[in-house]
């Protein structure tokens, strides 16, 4: 039999893998605020249940939105684009100026049926920045500058009359997400299978049972930081203990985002608190040979979502998905057969609740009086994109509070 831990290699020790969950999450809340978890009692209204759930999919390194919807009525796209634009007879036409990439043919189904739709020219209003870290750090922020503190994210989360639940707010990967930044209980997780604790060589029982010993006192911060843990530790080990088989024929590809949707759904369906999920897909800075990568990327995208709609079926009702990237790329391709940082770009919100089947936004075009410092001017503060969902599928009225200094006004992609 292994000999029971001692107190000190237990606190050492206790390191969730793959996941934010363990010795940072055991320490006091001000010393790692950003996986701190709340000691508040689990209680909800509507039997736990959030009013709707998002998931936020941050396709970082800036994806070329002009290639993912081809503003095919626009003559200046080809004119920059001698080498890299997509002729209008292989595109997935959408109303007659746009379509789809032809690797995104798996979310026409999407389309068709009104739960896809597509914004174009959003993005950061201020002027340009192409820095990825300070514009991702701005959008994520939701107050259009790097130092507010805390994310949107967290911000809508306070606002709501639910209490703290475990997994209720989940960042797929190794870190939270600059959106929950701020949110006590956000949870960081790498991998389903992976999210676990590291007994050092002794068995889970014996770790657990000396953990309860150590963190049997009421009221200090790391007690209830490890309740918490715990918590967490056996909720995941719950969904993993089921065998799962994807709903509705769904098949996700096998890829790193693939993984992940799956992962997610997995959890969505397992914890009707989830309320808000991110998870982040990288690739997308095409500086050369864009016509090589960004084709396999995208059919990654559009097959993952694809797969992971379908497995959710009826959960869709009370899912939304926004996808996003931090700004798009210059109109004109470079000597490298790639494009550079640009402004303006291109976001998808997926879901039952959605006006889908339109575009939305209003188009500057792209002739060079009309561009920004020769990219595709930003009209639609991305922020009104997100609001809608907020106000309108998350049941948030305090829209004020989630976005300071939104000057608010219905874009109309949500109902």
Request: glycine content about 10%; aromatic content about 6%.
């Amino acid at each position: 039999m292994s000999p029971e831990p001692t107190r000190s290699m237990t606190r050492r020790g206790l390191l969730a893998r793959g996941g934010a969950v363990g010795a940072a999450a055991l320490a006091a809340p001000s010393v790692v605020p950003r996986f701190a978890f709340a000691a508040t009692p689990e209680h909800h209204h509507n039997g736990g249940r959030p009013e709707g759930t998002v998931v936020v999919l941050f396709l970082r390194g800036a994806v070329d939105g002009l290639s993912l919807v081809v503003p095919h009525g626009d003559k200046a796209y080809y004119d920059a684009r001698p080498t890299l634009a997509i002729p209008a007879h292989k595109l997935h036409d959408l109303d007659g100026h746009f379509g789809l990439h032809p690797s995104l043919e798996q979310l026409m189904p999407l389309w068709k049926r009104g739960d896809l739709a597509v914004v174009n020219a959003a993005g950061l209003r201020s002027t340009a920045n192409y820095s990825h870290f300070d514009a991702q750090a701005m959008m994520e922020s939701g107050h259009g500058m790097m130092t507010a503190g805390t994310g949107w994210l967290a911000r809508h989360l306070a606002c709501r009359p639910q209490a703290q639940s475990t997994l209720r707010a989940v960042s797929y990967g190794p870190h939270v997400a600059a959106s929950l930044v701020g949110w006590d209980g956000s949870t960081a997780m790498g991998n389903l299978d992976g999210f676990s604790l590291n007994t050092l060589g002794h068995s889970y029982d014996t770790v657990m049972r000396a953990l309860d010993r150590l963190y049997s006192d009421d009221g200090r911060p790391a007690t209830a930081a490890a309740h918490e843990t715990f918590k967490t530790l056996d909720k995941v080990s719950a969904i993993r203990s089921r065998p799962y088989q994807p709903s509705n024929g769904a098949r996700y590809p096998k890829s790193v985002l693939g993984n992940a949707l799956l992962d997610i759904a997995r959890v969505i369906k397992h914890v009707p608190q989830t309320e808000a999920v991110t998870v982040d897909a990288y690739g997308w800075d095409t500086h050369a040979a864009q016509n090589a990568a960004l084709p396999r990327n995208l059919a990654d995208l559009a097959s993952g979502l694809a797969a992971f709609t379908a497995d959710l079926g009826h959960h869709m009702h009370r899912t939304t998905i926004i996808v996003m990237s931090e700004f798009g790329r210059r109109l004109e391709e470079n000597s490298s057969l790639g494009t550079d940082h640009g402004h303006g770009n291109v976001m998808f919100v997926i879901g039952k609740g959605i006006r889908g089947g339109r575009v939305f936004g209003h188009w500057p075009g792209l002739a060079a009086k009309n561009l920004d410092l020769g990219n595709l001017a930003v009209t639609t503060d991305y922020r009104r994109v997100i609001a809608d969902v907020v106000r309108h599928r998350l049941g948030n009225h305090h829209v004020d509070k989630v976005f300071p200094g939104l000057h608010y006004r219905p874009l109309g992609v949500a109902r």
